[in-house]
């Protein structure tokens, strides 16, 4: 996985909106069932927003992240709390059947070889192990891909590949749109247009007005999530067989063989 992902990273501190925050700790909540007891790991951690809360209820918990600058950020918030480490995702440095979980968030698209990242899980979960995938959902009619992106992938582009490495899927939806403000439902053709045309901000400071546009007021990204920093919504049960349409994010649970 490469740096040029940085820009884009929910940064600890950052104006956000509700939602944002609503969705890292809907993902983080939903994985943390899957942690407990287990040796995990994170890889693409950004600065960290999770750490505290899976260290909590995993057995072992190390986090990874090929940017060390983003690294240096989640150290100077939990110091000798949480081991942090450089790692790529397509040269996991665990040992061979070494993990019970092994968790990639919002990082999968950015991976150029993502059958390369398969094979490591593989190699580095036990059997029965699980990775976590959560991914930004391709299949939406006003999709808005980044720029750093080497290639996304739906529900059904999932299951394929894992399939192919030997993984059993189950998929789910977050944040459904009929969940979403009026505000936001109406501006969804808008969006697609001005998406289509390029003209969305390129600026901080635009796309901050933009969310505040959409959004309404903005908070600061926590450094740390706990238990208690959002209600919890659990996801939606999808099929593996189709696109999924109506929700904003796709988690993957796929079972190593």
């Not at 940017?67 to 450089?86: C, D, K, P, Q």
């Amino acid at each position: 996985m490469e740096k040029e992902y940085v820009p884009e990273l929910e940064w600890a501190d950052e104006e956000v909106s509700q939602e944002q925050v609503q969705r890292l700790c809907n993902r983080y909540y939903w994985a943390g069932e899957y942690c407990r007891g287990k040796d995990t790991a994170e890889l693409a951690c950004g600065t960290g927003q999770s750490a505290g809360y899976l260290s909590r209820l995993a057995k072992s918990y190390v986090a990874g992240d090929i940017s060390r600058e983003v690294l240096e950020l989640a150290r100077g918030h939990y110091g000798e709390r949480i081991n942090f480490i450089e790692a790529d995702a397509h040269e996991l440095p665990f040992g061979d059947h070494s993990k019970d979980v092994v968790i990639l968030f919002e990082a999968v698209y950015y991976l150029k070889d993502i059958d390369k990242f398969l094979q490591e899980c593989k190699r580095v979960l036990r059997p029965g192990g699980k990775l976590l995938i959560v991914t930004a959902n391709k299949d939406l009619y006003d999709f808005h891909p980044s720029k750093y992106a080497v290639k996304y992938y739906g529900v059904v582009e999932l299951r394929e590949l894992l399939t192919k490495h030997g993984f059993q899927a189950e998929f789910f939806g977050d944040t459904p749109f009929s969940g979403v403000s009026l505000k936001q439902r109406i501006l969804r053709p808008v969006k697609k247009a001005v998406v289509s045309l390029n003209l969305l901000p390129k600026s901080n400071a635009g796309k901050r007005l933009l969310k505040k546009f959409v959004f309404g007021g903005l908070i600061r990204m926590p450094r740390e999530i706990t238990a208690g920093t959002a209600v919890v919504i659990p996801p939606v049960r999808l099929s593996p067989d189709g696109r999924d349409t109506e929700h904003k994010v796709i988690f993957c649970a796929a079972e190593a063989g």
